[in-house]
């Protein structure tokens, strides 16, 4: 409720860390995509590229053709998983999941059956493609790499009959690169999620600072007149009531000028209390003048609001001595309605106009441009 009345019109929105990981997975993931895409084109078109491989893939005809449309399947996962990236992250995983599964089929039967070694770097450029991709979303990372990362020794286990120490060796140096590796990527990410968060509270506070008095904690002049003619250009309909403390000079003498800052503060609760929507807005305009829009607010309804700060203010029962009014802190009200056609400047210059007859009339009462003044609390 108070944040509404110093909340400058248009802050810009700031990601979530969420939203960051949305970013970094519509931005990283087409790149990965394109690995998956190149290798499996790489192996579908393993006769042009490759003289090695006919031989080997006459072995066994059927098993290539199911391979060819593996590479066929991966093409299709890897595509779907860009797009899906683009409108949500649910469902990215299992996309990863499916992805790694189906190289991890392949390179089983590419070690095991056709003892082919080209498969050995490919898997390892996938796996470390994937983690440069992914760092950031375990979910993900952990889909696409764990099917290919333990498929592998098993397939050395399978075709050596043994486990080959060597091969663990290098696997265990592999995998502690891939770990080292996340480990420093990540660590990039969270200083970037750091300094974004620094950056968001700095502005934040760079827009209080220019957008709210820091005395009542209301909008300042410059706020109020930015939404003030973002209204009248938008021809919103809405009102607005120019206030100013009674006698406040003889309550700066009588009490001093700290007990007169407080008191600015008291009456600046009282209209954040009084006003009636979320979108209404209540400003500090100079010193002892406020300035509040009411929105959907025709002249009837401000001077009913205009009442209630009235009312507001004696119950708050702020002493004024010196006031030859009353015995309480009192405001007098200048209410102004936007008319079709009517500038910013216009209106508010209706308003205190207004303003002014509540004061020539005694003080503590509102007047509206087209009423005449209301009663006295
Ligand atoms: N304590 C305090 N006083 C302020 C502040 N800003 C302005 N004032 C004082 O508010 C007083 C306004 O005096 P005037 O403009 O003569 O108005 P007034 O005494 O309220 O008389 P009327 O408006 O005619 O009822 C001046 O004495 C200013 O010094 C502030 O931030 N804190």
Redesign the pocket.
Known sequence: MERRHNLPPDLPSWPTREAMVARGLAINLPWLAFVNISFALMILLRDILFHDLPETSRVSTRLMDTVDVAMGVIILLAVATVILSWRTTRGVSVMLLLLSLVWSLCCYWFVTLLHLPHIWPLAIILLLTAMAALYFYPAGLAAFIAPLWITLPFASVSLNEALNIRFAVVWSLFTLILICGRFILLRWFDEAWERNQQNQRLIARLDLLAHQDP?TQTANRRAMLHVLESAVSQQRRFSVMML???????Y?DTYG?QA??A??VRVARVLKKSVRSEEDRVARYG??EFLTMLFDCDSEQAQEVAARVQKGLRHAAIPHASSPVSAVVTV?IGIATLAPGQTAAELIAAADAALYRA?EGG?NRWCSEITPPGEPS
Not at 244 to 250: A, E, I, Q, S
Request: net charge neutral.
């Open positions: 005395l100013d403390v009674d006698y406040f000079k003889r700066n000028h007169g800052d008191c600015l010193g002892e007098s004061k003080r």
